[in-house]
Structure formats: C-alpha cells, structure tokens
Nanobody, 127 residues
Framework: QAQLLESGGGLVQAGASLRLSCAASERTFSGYAMAWFRRAPGKEREFVAG????????DYADSVKGRFTISRDNAKRTVNLQMNSLKPEDTAVYYC????????????????????WGKGTLVTVSS
C-alpha cells in the first residue's frame, strides 16, 4: 500500500497553473513535516517547498518563491502544492516526502534524509 501518493501532474503551457496533491496514510502523516521535491531531466533532485506538522511554518526554494504555495489539511491527510505562473524550467517529476518531527528548513538542507517518498507525478510546461 502506497504511503504517499501524488496526483495532479500534467502538461500545461507556460504561465498556467497546476495544483498537486499528496495523499498520505496515517502512519506517514501524523506528526510529520511534509515537502515537495522535484527532479528535472538530467538534474539532481531538489527541494521545492516544505511545511511543518502544524502548517504554521513553510519554506520555499528561491526559484519558486512567490509562485508556488504549499498547504496541508491534517484532517484529510493531504498536502498540496499550488503552482502558478509556471515556466518551462519547472518541468520535472514532483515528489512528495515526509519526515517525522522536523522543520521544512531541515528538509531543504538535507533532501535525502526523508522517512517516506511518493513515486512522483510528472509536470511538463511547454513554452
């Protein structure tokens, strides 16, 4: 059974918006900080955005600040990534990840120290 399951990817034109969602099982959500990472073709996986358990603290990569917004609904065990003003360089496979009891800033500086990963959803932005 998938612990983290992403959805919402697709093909859009530059300037469009997409909303990604990650549905989590109870064991991978309660008390966990959540984050979105992405891997573009030929590049390393990189941090995109993170949010702590309460939802009161967020962190973003400089490349997406002002365009992307991360949020979570603890009652539904979901975390969302609203992506606006998409650019071709946003093209990547987007992954949801969780890590227990940490901060989004710690997830950004240690991108491989996650407890759980989803399998990813592809976002393609055409110019």
């Amino acid at each position: 059974q998938a612990q983290l399951l992403e959805s919402g990817g697709g093909l859009v034109q530059a300037g469009a918006s997409l909303r990604l969602s990650c549905a989590a099982s109870e064991r991978t959500f309660s008390g966990y900080a959540m984050a979105w990472f992405r891997r573009a073709p030929g590049k390393e996986r990189e941090f995109v955005a993170g949010i702590n358990w309460s939802g009161g603290t967020t962190d973003y990569a400089d490349s997406v600040k002002g365009r992307f917004t991360i949020s979570r609904d603890n009652a539904k065990r979901t975390v969302n990534l609203q992506m606006n003003s998409l650019k071709p360089e946003d093209t990547a496979v987007y992954y949801c990840a969780s890590r227990y009891g940490t901060t989004p800033q710690a997830m950004r500086v240690s991108p491989y120290a996650m407890d759980y990963w989803g399998k990813g959803t592809l976002v393609t932005v055409s110019s």
